[in-house]
């Protein structure tokens, strides 16, 4: 299994363990409101983390490219982090992370294990 794989699902466990977390706020606000936007889009995060897991474990090509966008999901964290605190290095490493995961997702070594169809 290739490192980029490996850094990926230890990524993608990391999320769907942070999405679980959080989770009870978003049942707090449930019971306000029965949908709520970011209910629907805590649920859409979990269910494409899971999803991409499954496919990457599975081995399918069309895991590669759902383990890519759920990679972006760190890209827009950085700025935000540097917004929140006023500094721009606590920003770096989420888009660091995003950006090495990226890269590795899509090169020959990532391709070549992710081959069934």
């Known amino acids: 299994m290739p490192i980029s794989i490996v850094a990926f699902l230890i990524y993608a466990l990391f999320l769907l363990a942070g999405l679980g977390l959080t989770l009870g706020r978003i049942v707090e606000q449930a019971t306000n409101a029965p949908v709520t936007l970011q209910g629907v889009?805590?649920?859409a995060l979990i269910a494409a983390c899971i999803f991409s897991i499954t496919l990457v474990i599975q081995r399918k090509?069309?895991?590669?490219?759902?383990?890519?966008g759920l990679s972006t999901?760190?890209?827009?964290?950085?700025?935000?982090i540097a917004l929140t605190l006023g500094n721009w290095l606590p920003g770096l490493p989420p888009i660091l992370l995003a950006l090495l995961?990226?890269?590795g997702l899509r090169g020959?070594?990532?391709r070549e294990w992710l081959n069934e169809i």
Do not use: C, K, Q
Not at 61 to 68: D, K, T, V
């Open 108 to 110: 020959a070594n990532a």
């Open 73 to 80: 999901v760190l890209l827009p964290a950085g700025p935000l």
């Open 41 to 43: 889009v805590w649920m």
């Open 101 to 103: 995961l990226i890269r």
């Open 61 to 68: 090509g069309a895991g590669r490219g759902f383990a890519i």
